[in-house]
């Protein structure tokens, strides 16, 4: 979210960004028109407010009936000339606002163009491809073949896009939840919160759920209630309509939370399995930074996040997203991808962004050093550190056995206490 008066000064460079993510440049001069509008009503407002006050004051003053009279009558009509006036602002201002909740940030300048996904860039990538001597399996099968998952059950309870883990699988989910979360405060100095998996409306318009997806999003349908779709607007919330100490950032905080999302953009697709679920488990990694740290913080939590693949010994890529494939409220996103050889295909894991200032606008974040310079917009970053379901495909498939079974990485084979899975038990 801009400031009206940066949008009114750099309208042709936030023209380009818009074009850039691929959104239609009729949304800024939406913007800028409802602007002038507002301004102009603004001005013929304040122009009769000053009419109905100087001839108030004017009607004590004169003697002559008449002339008093013509006065009151003066006033009155000024008077009721306020109400549409004010009502108009009212109205304008309204639309102004949802205006401007719908224009995107702007790519940064670092950002590579391109309209859609086939303009993303690979950055880097390691970890080993196996080479299998027989023909891979997909998690859907290795699963319900050991007694790890049972979807059809999952789908008894709640339909389709959701899971029932058994036994070793069970397990696994709550030591690389443990782990992941502990690798993140313990080695990389995040402090660990426990936020409410309900937030209301307002957290997610700042960071920029809301308006434009509600439709991906779970509301209690009786209040301002909606299930969380990360812990990312839980955390980057945290401050909001606050002024922070700049002594105090960055501000590194990461949370263990199911996530809820209806996926309604994408019915139909990936329905088997975990590769597209209603709920999930994530440990999330969010920073609060000063402008001048940023970028370079980023690039810092690109690092955290592929912190648990490296170590896992997966095979990865990092994938620098194009302009037009951001979301909304990014400036610049790396994605992060395992490569899954019995589905055959990239998984995204995590997406690490940075978001200027742009969130911190949409929930009055704000900050100041030494707590009476000048106070200004904090810049806010998340990543996923990571999801659970995609992590979970990974891991089975690259690690399966010519026989069906899991064979775990040492880390983890330490925490299950066991080296490989070959039954729910």
């Not at 300048?109 to 997909?138: K, M, Q, W, Y």
């Not at 809820?260 to 990936?270: I, V």
């Not at 100041?368 to 495909?393: C, D, E």
Request: overall charge negative; proline content about 5%; aromatic content about 6%.
């Amino acid at each position: 979210m801009y400031s009206l008066r940066f949008l009114r000064e750099n309208a042709e460079s936030v023209r380009a960004g818009v074009i850039a993510k691929g959104h239609p440049a009729e949304s800024l001069d939406l913007v800028l028109e409802l602007d002038r509008r507002r301004r102009g009503i603004l001005v013929e407002l304040e122009h009769k407010r000053h009419e109905v006050r100087s001839t108030s004051r004017s009607i004590g003053t004169v003697k002559d009936k008449s002339e008093r009279d013509v006065l009151i009558a003066r006033t009155r009509a000024a008077s009721e000339a306020l109400k549409p006036l004010e009502d108009s602002i009212a109205k304008v201002a309204d639309e102004l606002d949802a205006a401007l909740l719908d224009l995107p940030n702007t790519p940064h300048e670092t950002t590579p163009l391109g309209s859609d996904a086939s303009g993303n860039i690979p950055v880097a990538d390691g970890g080993h491809v196996p080479d299998f001597e027989f023909e891979p399996r997909n998690h859907v099968d290795l699963a319900e073949n050991l007694g790890l998952i049972d979807f059809a059950r999952s789908a008894k309870l709640s339909g389709s896009g959701f899971w029932l883990h058994f036994g070793a699988s069970a397990r696994l989910q709550r030591a690389l939840s443990n782990w992941m979360l502990d690798l993140q405060t313990r080695e990389h100095g995040y402090t660990e919160v426990y936020p409410p998996a309900l937030v209301r409306g307002s957290a997610l318009v700042g960071t920029g759920q809301l308006p434009k997806f509600a439709d991906d999003q779970y509301k209690i349908a009786s209040e301002d209630l909606w299930l969380i779709p990360t812990a990312e607007v839980p955390l980057t919330n945290i401050y909001a309509d606050e002024i922070i100490a700049e002594e105090t950032l960055p501000l590194k905080f990461a949370a263990l939370t199911p996530c809820f999302r209806r996926e309604a953009g994408a019915a139909g697709t990936d329905t088997r399995g975990l590769l597209r679920v209603h709920q999930f488990d994530k440990v999330e990694l969010v920073r609060i930074t000063s402008p001048e740290t940023g970028y370079s913080e980023l690039e810092e939590t690109l690092e955290h996040a592929l912190a648990p693949v490296k170590l896992l010994g997966l095979p990865y890529r990092v994938i620098e997203l194009c302009s037009g494939d951001l979301s909304l409220a990014s400036a610049k996103t790396y994605d992060i991808e395992l490569w899954a050889p019995g589905t055959g295909r990239w998984l995204e894991v995590s997406s690490v962004s940075c978001f200027g200032e742009f969130q911190a606008r949409r929930m009055n974040l704000r900050c100041r050093s030494g707590g009476k310079g000048q106070v200004r917009h904090p810049y806010t970053i998340n990543g996923s550190g990571l999801a659970l379901p995609r992590l979970t495909v990974a891991i089975m498939e690259n690690f399966q056995q010519a026989d069906g079974s899991i064979r775990l990485p040492e880390l983890l084979g330490e925490r299950l206490g066991q080296a490989e899975i070959t039954t729910a038990g």
